[in-house]
């Protein structure tokens, strides 16, 4: 962990518009290479993956946000999980608050997931930033927001997904905890595991914190409200189905399954069917070369460990384990036939990467390479999002 004069205290009333000017120029960027890449031509499945009238709300410069699981959300917040079994894959929080600004919008719920994901991004990094100068310095938590905001898959954070909502609660709870308002950091805990099962590991994260708290009794205790808050969401699946079996089996339905060796098992089936992947390059009918996605996903997988290794280190227990859950949790249930699906996105909103990278990037060789590989391959995923290919 950095050394106590490594860090520049925290100062609410100097408060700086780096996030956002970041947010600013950052979101227009990618929305004008997105509007650019509408008009090349689309891959075959367009015409029937956009079919659904749920994808198509107030035009092409907005329905461009909406692909692949943005049907989902927006299915969950028409009509509830009342419908396909698959929709209890994702959880509730993102697409109730869909379902409340698009019926102020007058049924424009796709136009409502977009404006929730960018005012989530927006404080995300505002947040990101202070959290950032309390365990890395002011120069390292800038450089963490701008690495974040040009991640290679941050065109999720304006779609209509739930990862900008997610980073925005996982990066306030742990802001809470640091600042010893434990009460608040487990209601907020509890809020992020309502939008993505991945929250359960914000928890232990916070726990250590509390750990060291001056009042260890009543920090622990308090963040007990996490798991009561999260369990509205089996209120709402029994309410719905009357049972909780399908909400059990959810994961299977998308054909993800606990691997025996748990983690161990995503990386080693992952690294193998990336080196099918590479010995298909080429080929007839192999794999898109502008992004194959089983060695990109290999790719990241290496990084990503790599990252968290660094972060228990430099930032924290707490980090680092809050980054190895993050990344244990999918890879225990690894994807047929792609094992390491959709890790990209996973690892966006595992903030603590990004920290270690601000740390890293403080030579300036380092940053100019993060910032430049990244951007270029945030320029190839936008491109493939809105062509609807497979990005994640």
């Given at each position: 962990?950095?050394?106590?004069?490594?860090?520049?205290?925290?100062?609410?009333?100097?408060?700086?518009?780096?996030?956002?000017?970041?947010?600013l120029w950052t979101r227009a960027a990618i929305a004008?290479?997105?509007?650019?890449?509408?008009?090349l031509p689309t891959h075959a499945r367009l015409?029937?993956?956009a079919a659904s009238p749920l994808l198509h709300d107030l035009g092409w410069p907005i329905d461009l946000w909406a692909r692949w699981d943005s049907v989902w959300y927006l299915t969950i917040a028409e009509q509830g999980y009342h419908g396909a079994a698959e929709t209890l894959a994702f959880w509730p929080?993102?697409?109730?608050?869909?379902?409340?600004?698009?019926?102020?919008?007058?049924g424009h719920d796709l136009t409502a997931g977009v404006l929730i994901s960018l005012a989530s991004l927006l404080g995300a990094l505002v947040l990101l930033e202070r959290l950032g100068v309390r365990l890395v310095g002011r120069s390292s938590s800038r450089r963490a927001v701008l690495y974040v905001a040009l991640f290679p898959t941050a065109f999720f954070f304006g779609a209509v997904y739930s990862e900008s909502l997610y980073l925005l609660l996982a990066v306030g709870a742990f802001l809470l905890a640091e600042r010893g308002r434990f009460l608040p950091a487990g209601v907020v805990c509890g809020l992020a595991?309502?939008?993505?099962?991945?929250?359960?590991?914000?928890?232990p994260a916070l726990a250590i914190i509390a750990w060291r708290s001056g009042d260890r009794r009543r920090a622990l205790l308090s963040l007990a409200a996490a798991p009561l808050i999260a369990s509205v969401h089996l209120l709402v699946v029994h309410d719905a189905r009357g049972s909780l079996d399908d909400l059990f089996g959810a994961q299977a339905l998308w054909k993800r399954h606990l691997s025996p060796a748990g983690p161990l098992g995503g990386i080693w089936h992952g690294l193998g069917k990336a080196w099918t992947t590479a010995t298909e390059l080429g080929e007839p009918g192999g794999p898109d070369l502008l992004w194959p996605s089983e060695l990109v996903n290999a790719g990241f997988l290496v990084l990503f460990v790599a990252l968290t290794v660094v972060a228990w280190r430099r930032v924290g227990a707490p980090y680092g384990l809050f980054a190895a859950l993050s990344l244990a949790l999918p890879l225990s249930f690894p994807a047929t036939p792609s094992p390491l699906l959709s890790l990209p996105r996973f690892g966006l909103v595992v903030f603590p990467f990004f920290l270690v990278?601000?740390?890293?990037?403080?030579?300036t060789r380092v940053n100019v390479a993060i910032i430049g590989v990244s951007s270029v391959l945030l320029v190839l995923a936008t491109v493939e999002w809105v062509r609807f290919g497979w990005i994640g």
């Open positions: 962990m950095l050394a106590a004069s490594d860090v520049s205290p925290e100062v609410p009333t100097a408060r700086s518009w780096y996030a956002v000017r970041t947010f004008a290479v997105a509007l650019l890449a509408a008009q015409e029937r993956e929080l993102y697409p109730a608050l869909v379902s409340l600004l698009g019926a102020l919008l007058g595991i309502l939008t993505r099962v991945a929250g359960i590991a914000i928890l990278l601000g740390v890293l990037g403080e030579r």
